[in-house]
């Protein structure tokens, strides 16, 4: 099955339960190794027509999924389009990338970069005027999303060897 001739007939299908009946025998038939931007298009497609005809809470799982993958790819345009989508079903996407360094806060940033240089938490709270528990909170939060455990494998994370860069 080409993904492609699908996903264009979906789009140019004006019933919605009958694009919302494409899109998802599609997505279960998919046989071959497939872009991961022709399946987020594919889930976009199910999650926009499930929304018009009213479902959003089904609608939600392939759209976050279609956001995930778009974001992961560099795809901002269909991911813009995922984020819109979602907001119709009353979700409030927060950040583009939920893991990795993309999706530190500011805050999170500069604590990680204060502890990576050997500064104590204690330290880092008196320099940015917070208490030692938002201190550990910030890199708490921060170590999750880097997927890291100790302060060695932050800084790995942080200033990654330049053949390790994205």
């Given at each position: ?19 919302r ?87 999170q940033?500069?604590?990680c ?22 201190v ?15 302060r ?7 200033h ?7």
């Amino acid at each position: 099955m080409i993904l492609t001739a699908v996903h264009a007939a979906a789009v140019a299908e004006p019933d919605d339960a009958r694009r919302r009946e494409l899109c998802e025998t599609a997505l279960a038939r998919i046989d071959a190794p497939c872009s991961v931007l022709g399946l987020s298009r594919m889930r976009l497609e199910l999650g926009h027509a499930l929304t018009r005809l009213g479902r959003r809470v089904p609608a939600r799982g392939p759209l976050q999924q279609a956001l995930a993958d778009a974001d992961r790819t560099g795809a901002t345009l269909l991911a813009e389009a995922a984020r819109r989508e979602l907001v119709a079903t009353g979700l409030r996407p927060r950040r583009t990338q939920t893991e990795g360094l993309a999706s530190l806060t500011p805050r999170q940033r500069q604590v990680c970069e204060l502890a990576a240089c050997g500064t104590t938490n204690r330290a880092i709270a008196q320099h940015l005027f917070l208490s030692v528990k938002t201190v550990e909170t910030h890199l708490a939060a921060a170590y999750e999303k880097l997927g890291v455990e100790t302060r060695e494998a932050l800084v790995d994370a942080l200033h990654p060897p330049a053949d390790q860069r994205p």
